[in-house]
């Protein structure tokens, strides 16, 4: 009697950790299962007509980095100087230096602007948990790939002055980036619970 009950614990607590583990095995499958069906659909999801990134032919080109919101695909240029209205994609040769504004980027960033002689910056506020998964339909299969080598949610940070060498650049906290005459640099705000980035530019510093 006495030894039976006990084989019966025994035999309880052996099946308690055998469910156990099957349903981590379980989870496991499962998240495993999302996450194929993830890469599958960026892989297979039909290419736009435009690429937003490395296609956008009739649009502007951007001189300044862009920042892109990868479940929308709105792009904010980081923008300082005055464009030049020849060329588009270069920098105007006379710069009024006389200049703060606050405007909006795309997705609805707000965006600080100032050219003056002793500094020349943009800055932008990215909310905390800003912006969704990666939506690759706006995406070209080529910049799926450079894009989701860096990040598959949220925000990066993108040089697109030379279409056919689009730099890719993690958002995150504490990051800092040289790209041609700018600097770019990232810093989370405890205050506002925001991540700051930050645009310098160096047209005139030899
Ligand atoms: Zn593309
Ligand atoms: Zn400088």
Redesign the pocket.
Known sequence: MRKSKWLQNVLLCIGGVFLFLAGIGLGWIRCRQTETAFWENILIAPEPEE?????NLQGPRFHAPCLLELSTGELTELEIYEPCHRYSGELAPDQDMDYNVMTFGGSGLPLFIDRMEEIQRCVAYLPEKAGGEIEPFY??????AKLTKVATQGYVLLDLYDLDA?QVYPVEDSAEYPIRIYTVTMAHDEDQGHLVVTNIGHLFES
């Open positions: 690429c937003v990134a490395c296609d995406y070209c299969r080529d910049c799926r689009i």
